[in-house]
């Protein structure tokens, strides 16, 4: 079995920052790509970044480009999302995601691409 366990969600002004870690523990495998996705109230799941197992590949949604940035600490098995520049409208619960193996999923940006998930960290933003 492989957990996910999300942190560093809250409650911040628009304007803000809040930075979002994901511990990943159990069955570890040997190299695995990571995303993080968001799920607002009456809202599908959806795509904010994604990163390979190398950190050398990354990729975001244009909602949050230039705003967000994902990163990864393989020596402490978690990654991060550091979001500066927070509007109400990314307001979600943020999740993030597995994939074994070193390269991203093709489609990196679909849900389903991925293989473990963690239960989310709630994000609120205010006006």
């Known amino acids: 079995q492989v957990q996910l366990v999300e942190s560093g969600g809250g409650l911040v002004q628009a304007g803000g920052s809040l930075r979002l870690s994901c511990a990943v523990s159990?069955?570890?495998?040997?190299?695995?790509?990571m995303g993080w996705f968001r799920q607002a109230p009456g809202k599908e799941r959806e795509f904010v970044a994604a990163?390979?197992?190398?950190?050398?590949?990354?990729y975001y949604a244009d909602s949050v480009k230039g705003r967000f940035t994902i990163s990864r600490d393989n020596a402490k098995n978690t990654i991060y999302l550091q979001m500066n520049s927070l509007k109400p409208e990314d307001t979600a619960v943020y999740h993030c995601?597995?994939?074994?193996?070193?390269?991203?999923?093709?489609?990196?940006?679909?849900?389903?691409?991925?293989?473990?998930w963690g239960q989310g960290t709630q994000v609120t933003v205010s006006s």
């Open positions: 995601a597995a994939d074994p193996g070193p390269r991203l999923p093709v489609n990196y940006n679909v849900a389903d691409e991925y293989a473990y």
């Open positions: 159990g069955r570890t495998f040997s190299s695995y790509a």
């Open positions: 990163i390979s197992w190398s950190g050398g590949a990354t």
